[in-house]
């Protein structure tokens, strides 16, 4: 799947552990749980359904098929996410930004999804902060093929001009 999103939840109870929630989701005759990830209160990052299976988290804006979905316990409307499960949402969306390069600015609260009507993942979830912590979205790489140009000088001149702005760019081919 050529994943473009992040959607974060909130599971809206209080559950003890990922092993309820994903209970849960089956009885409702679901194939499994519908996040890709699920984060327990200790920190504890368990996985859901592989990311090879589209999620069951977010009808809205077609999401269920371009957005992984990362539910942390608890209701989240009630009170603020404990400092290890956002740690672990941190380092887990670190990693899946890189992983499926992901921009973070599509790192969406399901609340964000235009569409959704849903106050999830709740308020004292500091959405700005979360993308924040991720950095800004990488600046493009560009590969200058010098088979291109009329000659390989013209591209390092492109190549060098695109590393003046700030982008990554190297030559490729030629001799």
Not at 97 to 116: C, K, M, Q, S, T
Not at 147 to 160: K, P, Q, S, T
Request: hydrophobic share 40%; charged share 20%; aromatic share 6%.
């Amino acid at each position: 799947m050529k994943w473009t999103h992040i959607v974060i939840h909130h599971t809206g109870a209080e559950q003890k552990n990922a092993r309820q929630v994903r209970d849960y989701h089956r009885r409702l005759g679901w194939r499994d749980v519908g996040y890709h990830y699920l984060i327990e209160r200790d920190g504890v990052v368990v996985p859901g359904r592989p990311p090879s299976m589209r999620g069951a988290h977010c009808l809205a804006g077609g999401m269920n098929h371009k957005a992984l979905g990362i539910a942390l316990l608890g209701n989240l409307e009630e009170r603020p996410p404990l400092p290890a499960q956002t740690a672990a949402l941190q380092g887990l969306l670190r990693r899946l930004v890189r992983e499926y390069r992901i921009p973070p600015a599509n790192v969406l609260g399901h609340r964000e999804v235009p569409g959704a009507a849903t106050v999830c993942p709740g308020r004292h979830l500091d959405l700005a902060a979360v993308r924040a912590a991720l950095g800004p979205d990488p600046a493009p790489r560009y590969r200058v093929q010098v088979g291109a140009f009329a000659d390989r000088a013209r591209a390092e001149a492109l190549a060098a001009r695109l590393r003046a702005q700030g982008f990554e760019a190297w030559i490729s081919g030629g001799s």
